[in-house]
């Protein structure tokens, strides 16, 4: 398995408090991403890293912040929680080797965030 | 935008029978096709990655093709196993920034 190691696992939380999520990896891939998967929307981009401070939005970015100061952390932030925002959460790395990488990405085992 | 589309939501099958599942996509300029597994309450395990440029790719007893210029992809099971039971996701990276966009999935059951 990928080195990948999100935290924390679980977590509840009540509506406008702030939330941070943590990805660690051990692989040193360049890049790293955060999906929220839901019923009836599977999987969707909440945001990306191409590399250290280099970061982009994905389909689904309002409300999330991002930050990567190390190769080996991306941590995502919902700066002010709200009920929408009750998903599950997977990080995913890859190393990227071109236009039309042939890498495939790996994922973490998620993140289930309540927000009541 | 892109969208990826997997036909049937839901699957179920008695064991040792070969199976095949669908996927397609609205936009045929892709880089490459990936396919995944996700048991209940756990991540996204890679199985295949095809390159655009690709017909197919092989591992164990999965096949998974892709026509391009269709906009479709299949993956092929043989012999299923009850320990094939999981939701298996095929997602596509179009853009720049190797950005995945999926498919909602197929629930395979594999009966005894």
């Known amino acids: 398995d990928a080195g990948i190691t999100q935290s924390p696992r679980h977590k509840v939380t009540e509506t406008g408090t702030p939330v941070t999520l943590r990805c660690h990896q051990t692989?040193?891939?360049?890049?790293m991403y955060w999906y929220r998967q839901d019923p009836g929307h599977g999987l969707r981009l909440i945001h990306y890293?191409?590399?250290?401070?280099?970061?982009d939005k994905g389909e689904v970015s309002d409300g999330y912040s991002v930050s990567r100061s190390k190769t080996e952390d991306f941590l995502l932030t919902l700066e002010s929680a709200t009920s929408s925002q009750t998903s599950v959460y997977f990080c995913?790395?890859?190393?990227?080797?071109?236009?039309?990488?042939?890498?495939?990405?790996?994922f973490g085992d998620g993140t289930r965030l309540s927000i009541l | 935008k892109q969208e990826v589309t997997q036909i049937p939501a839901a699957l179920s099958v008695p064991e040792g029978e070969n199976l095949v599942l669908n996927c397609s996509f609205t936009?045929?300029?892709?880089?490459?096709l990936q396919w995944f597994r996700q048991d209940p309450g756990k991540g996204l395990t890679s199985l295949l990655l095809?390159?655009?440029?690709?017909r197919e790719q092989t591992s164990g007893r999965l096949n998974a093709s892709l026509d391009k210029s269709s906009g479709r992809s299949t993956l092929y099971i043989a012999a299923s196993q009850p320990g094939d039971s999981a939701t298996y996701l095929c997602?596509?990276?179009?853009?720049?920034?190797?950005?995945?966009?999926f498919g909602t999935g197929t629930q395979l059951k594999v009966e005894l």
């Open positions: 995913a790395i890859s190393e990227h080797t071109g236009t039309g990488s042939n890498q495939p990405q790996h």
């Open positions: 692989e040193n891939h360049r890049y």
């Open positions: 890293s191409y590399g250290v401070k280099d970061t």
């Open positions: 936009d045929s300029a892709i880089y490459n």
């Open positions: 095809i390159q655009s440029s690709q």
């Open positions: 997602a596509v990276i179009t853009g720049g920034g190797n950005k995945l966009t």
